[in-house]
């Protein structure tokens, strides 16, 4: 199975901080990477596919790339709706399988 | 628009068998590019993907529950179903359904159902 190790598991920041979280797959994965928000209570959503592939609706502050099998997703100026917990899944082969998560707290 | 919708029991007596439905409206279950998906989420924990399956049948499952998984598909009542035999009290959690989409070289999970909370007690 492919091991997805994301980093940090909690943040904590300010409205209008710059947000980079990273997901390490433990074997290639191409750009079958997506990132997923999620908010108590609801099901997740997609924020980014392909590795850099903004989902069509979700904000331009965010944003992914890749370099190797190394992920990340920046998002470029905090606004309070974003304070969430945030997932990488990869999408290369069967398991699919999911990152710890990050959950972005308010400072 | 394209809606998931989970039902089944909010409690299961432990050894004894899950069983969950999807309910998809404004798909095709049978429609080839698509791949009909299981989740879980352990109480304040992260995500874990249970299994899945294609249009065609062909079925995938998290090497961790694969000896007690099964998922069918049902084009004729567009649903497909969960069943997870022989349960303890570490598969409570909130269940999902989503859709996975693939496009070109591209995937992601498109469409979840709201999640049901499945607890596993006597």
């Known amino acids: 199975d492919i091991q997805l190790t994301q980093s940090p598991s909690f943040l904590s920041a300010f409205v209008g901080d710059r947000v980079t979280i990273t997901c390490r797959a433990s074997?290639?994965?191409?750009?079958?990477l997506a990132w997923y928000q999620q908010k108590p209570g609801k099901a997740p959503k997609v924020l980014i596919y392909?590795?850099?592939a903004l989902k069509s609706g979700v904000p331009s502050r965010f944003s992914g790339s890749t370099s190797g099998t190394e992920f990340t997703l920046t998002i470029s100026s905090l606004h309070p709706e974003d304070f969430a917990t945030y997932y990488c899944?990869?999408?290369?082969?069967?398991?699919?399988?999911f990152g710890q998560g990050t959950k972005v707290e308010i400072k | 628009q394209v809606q998931l919708q989970e039902s089944g029991p909010g409690l299961v007596k432990p050894s004894q068998t899950l069983s969950l439905t999807c309910a998809v409206s404004?798909?095709?279950?049978?429609?080839?590019?698509?791949?009909w998906s299981w989740i879980r989420q352990h109480p304040g924990k992260g995500l874990e993907w249970i299994g899945g399956?294609?249009?065609?049948?062909?079925?995938y499952y998290s090497s961790s529950l694969k000896s007690r998984v099964n998922i069918s598909l049902d084009t004729s009542k567009s649903q497909f179903s969960l069943k997870l035999t022989s349960v303890t009290a570490a598969d409570t959690a909130v269940y999902f359904c989503?859709?996975?989409?693939?496009?070109?070289?591209?995937?992601?999970?498109?469409?979840w159902g709201q999640g049901t909370l499945v607890s596993v007690s006597s």
């Open positions: 074997q290639g994965i191409s750009s079958y």
């Open positions: 404004g798909a095709s279950l049978s429609r080839p590019g698509y791949y």
């Open positions: 392909a590795a850099s």
């Open positions: 399956i294609y249009h065609s049948g062909t079925t």
């Open positions: 989503a859709r996975e989409v693939m496009a070109g070289d591209s995937s992601q999970f498109d469409y």
């Open positions: 899944q990869q999408l290369n082969s069967y398991p699919r399988t």
